[in-house]
T-cell receptor, first 113, second 113 residues
Framework: QKEVEQNSGPLSVPEGAIASLNCTYSDRGSQSFFWYRQYSGKSPELIMFIYSNGDKEDGRFTAQLNKASQYVSLLIRDSQPSDSATYLCAVKVSSGSARQLTFGSGTQLTVLP | GAGVSQSPSNKVTEKGKDVELRCDPISGHTALYWYRQSLGQGLEFLIYFQGNSAPDKSGLPSDRFSAERTGGSVSTLTIQRTQQEDSAVYLC???????????FGPGTRLTVL
């Protein structure tokens, strides 16, 4: 079992819809969770992080964390074609060295105009 | 301010040759990471430097891979006797002490013929 799993997609949503991206992790001791966006041919950039159970909102983005079920999700409201990218879930696993992140393989999102 | 820079941006080499990849982190960032990303895959952790501490080399795939960080700043990743399976994008990231966010460089695309 991979430590961090994501549906590779591709996920397609129409412009204006809500895109829902999901990530599960195996290390129950994980404490920190991150969502990175990576445009094709570019490096990842951090868009959200969450440490506590529940929802965290930032503009059109909402991160949701459920430690009991070991999943973290990212919702993108009012999706725009510019949101089309690969979204990487990253987890600070307890077994790793300090500040080391374990990344999922990413979900490719396409927002159709 | 300046972000993380990497050089070269592209490197094509022949199987069996050695290559050196360079990373200049953001000034003042004490932590530096190297990752590898194969086509369509997530980020694979390679090595982590934190200040003057011994690096975490747990992600290096073989003894052909090594890295050093001189003066707590610039880092060089060296791959000896390159193999075709080493072809990937090599990403460097740096992080400020006390924070979780990693800032990524643009990457070096390595192609081993």
């Amino acid at each position: 079992q991979k430590e961090v799993e994501q549906n590779s997609g591709p996920l397609s949503v129409p412009e204006g819809a809500i895109a829902s991206l999901n990530c599960t992790y195996s290390d129950r001791g994980s404490q920190s969770f991150f969502w990175y966006r990576q445009y094709s041919g570019k490096s990842p950039e951090l868009i959200m992080f969450i440490y506590s159970n529940g929802d965290k909102e930032d503009g059109r983005f909402t991160a949701q964390l459920n430690k009991a079920s070991q999943y973290v999700s990212l919702l993108i409201r009012d999706s725009q074609p510019s949101d089309s990218a690969t979204y990487l879930c990253a987890v600070k696993v307890s077994s790793g060295s300090a500040r080391q992140l374990t990344f999922g393989s990413g979900t490719q999102l396409t927002v159709l105009p | 301010g300046a972000g993380v820079s990497q050089s070269p941006s592209n490197k094509v080499t022949e199987k069996g040759k050695d290559v050196e990849l360079r990373c200049d982190p953001i000034s003042g960032h004490t932590a530096l990471y190297w990752y590898r990303q194969s086509l369509g895959q997530g980020l694979e952790f390679l090595i982590y430097f934190q200040g003057n501490s011994a690096p975490d080399k747990s992600g290096l795939p073989s003894d052909r891979f090594s890295a050093e960080r001189t003066g707590g700043s610039v880092s060089t990743l060296t791959i000896q006797r390159t193999q075709q399976e080493d072809s990937a994008v090599y990403l460097c990231a740096s992080r400020q002490g006390g924070y979780n966010e990693q800032f990524f460089g643009p990457g070096t695309r390595l192609t081993v013929l």
